[in-house]
């Protein structure tokens, strides 16, 4: 039985252990917050008390946390990741590419870093159905690959952080998306048009597929978490920063996160990056569920 750690039981990394116990995997999990542990206490999963305990003896061990800070936090120090010594960390959260190289820096060499951000959401992690991007080198691929297939289809990229490089590519160009479609439908409201006819038409147009994931959110007017709305302004302010860095500005991508800022000013950062249809049109959505 190959041994696989998860450290951080966040929206994706809860499922994502669940679907490695599911596989047949010996799994051991970490994090900060005790209460997210609970559930698997009885699952047979072994819960431990910091992450360096958690990746001992693992062949793969996955963090997936909510940036470059928090993953810098729970890989380093003498309770981190690292001391656990596993063989290959694959790193699942979205961060720079300069970051993940900065990260494989001083790694011992028995543990090989493998940058794996992914695309698709928790709907993507049960079935296992995420596209899994892998940046790094080939030893580290190869020992993370089993592992990584249980989640979904893996894509190598190149070399560490061309992975990271390449998501950002993809929220730069999707994620404006979202913006794009909500100011459509607030417009179709101020126009009078019929929502649900309108939201038919969109379905046959280019952001069609967007509107079949976030229909029921948008015409229910409850917009509960399966990509939270301060995680897609943070990616966007991730792309936008790596651009400039290149030299490059993102325009749409840099109105998205402006947009995205206003709502979540509203106290709106923990719903469904889809609340932003219910922002511009002017609805109320509750407040998300604690998790």
Avoid at 75 to 94: F, L, Y
Avoid at 136 to 153: F, I, K, N, W
Avoid at 200 to 211: F, K, M, N, S
Avoid at 255 to 265: D, H, K, T, V
């Amino acid at each position: 039985m190959i041994a696989v750690a998860v450290c951080g039981l966040g929206l994706m990394g809860g499922p994502v252990a669940v679907r490695l116990a599911q596989a047949g995997y010996g799994v051991s999990v970490w994090d900060r917050t005790p209460a997210r542990t609970a559930p698997f206490m009885e699952s047979g999963v072994t819960v431990a008390p910091s992450p360096a305990a958690a990746t001992a003896g693992a062949q793969v061990a996955i963090v997936l946390v909510s940036d470059a800070n928090a993953v810098r936090s729970v890989m380093s120090g003498p309770e981190g990741m690292v001391a656990g010594r596993p063989r290959v960390i694959a790193q699942m959260s979205t961060i720079a590419p300069h970051e993940i190289v900065e990260l494989a820096r001083g790694l011992p060499p028995d543990v090989h870093l493998l940058d794996s951000p992914v695309t698709g959401s928790v709907p993507q992690v049960v079935t296992g159905q995420l596209r899994v991007l892998t940046g790094g080198g080939d030893e580290a691929c190869a020992l993370a690959r089993p592992v990584l297939e249980t989640l979904g289809t893996v894509v190598p990229c190149g070399p560490l952080g061309a992975a990271a490089a390449l998501k950002c590519v993809l929220n730069a160009c999707v994620s404006p998306m979202m913006a794009l479609l909500a100011e459509g439908l607030a417009l179709a409201d101020t126009l009078g048009l019929d929502p649900y006819l309108t939201l038919d038409e969109l379905e046959r147009t280019r952001v069609g597929p967007l509107v079949v994931r976030k229909r029921a959110m948008i015409e229910g007017g409850e917009f509960p978490a399966d990509s939270r709305l301060r995680l897609f302004a943070k990616d966007m302010e991730i792309a936008e920063a790596t651009a400039a860095h290149h030299g490059t500005r993102l325009r749409l991508a840099g109105q998205a996160r402006l947009l995205a800022g206003e709502a979540m000013a509203a106290g709106l950062g923990d719903l469904d990056y889809s609340v932003l249809a219910g922002f511009l049109r002017g609805q109320k959505p509750p407040g998300p569920s604690a998790d």
